[in-house]
Nanobody
């Protein structure tokens, strides 16, 4: 089992930056890999980024602006968000899955069994 807590969201002006953190806790926290999703009210949750052995994967909408990283010693994953745009406004969720080698890039909600509470990111014009 694992518990996830996101932090780092807030209100920023377009062009600004934020760094989100997702800390995993629990006896088996080190057995999970974590990725990022986001959701706008009334819309479906969408994939943002995830790490993998073959390299990080990003949604086309954030590629080149967002960077995912991790600190395994702290069981924490980060999402560095640069050059933020108003369309990046959403609730950002951390999601966890067992740390196993996948035959495909895990970018679907069904690939993850655990979710954080979400952190709001609002980008103003």
């Amino acid at each position: 089992q694992v518990q996830l807590v996101e932090s780092g969201g807030g209100l920023v002006q377009a062009g600004g930056s934020l760094r989100l953190s997702c800390a995993a806790s629990g006896r088996t926290a080190s057995s999970y890999a974590m990725g990022w999703f986001r959701q706008v009210p009334g819309k479906e949750r969408e994939f943002v980024a995830c790490p993998s052995w073959s390299g990080e994967t990003y949604a086309d909408s954030v590629k080149g602006r967002f960077t995912i990283s991790r600190d395994d010693a702290k069981n924490t994953v980060y999402l560095q968000m640069d050059s933020l745009k108003p369309e990046d406004t959403a609730v950002y969720y951390c999601a966890a899955r067992l740390k196993v080698r996948m035959s495909y890039v895990p970018r679907g909600q069904a690939d993850y069994g655990y979710w954080g509470q979400g952190t709001q990111v609002t980008v103003s014009s």
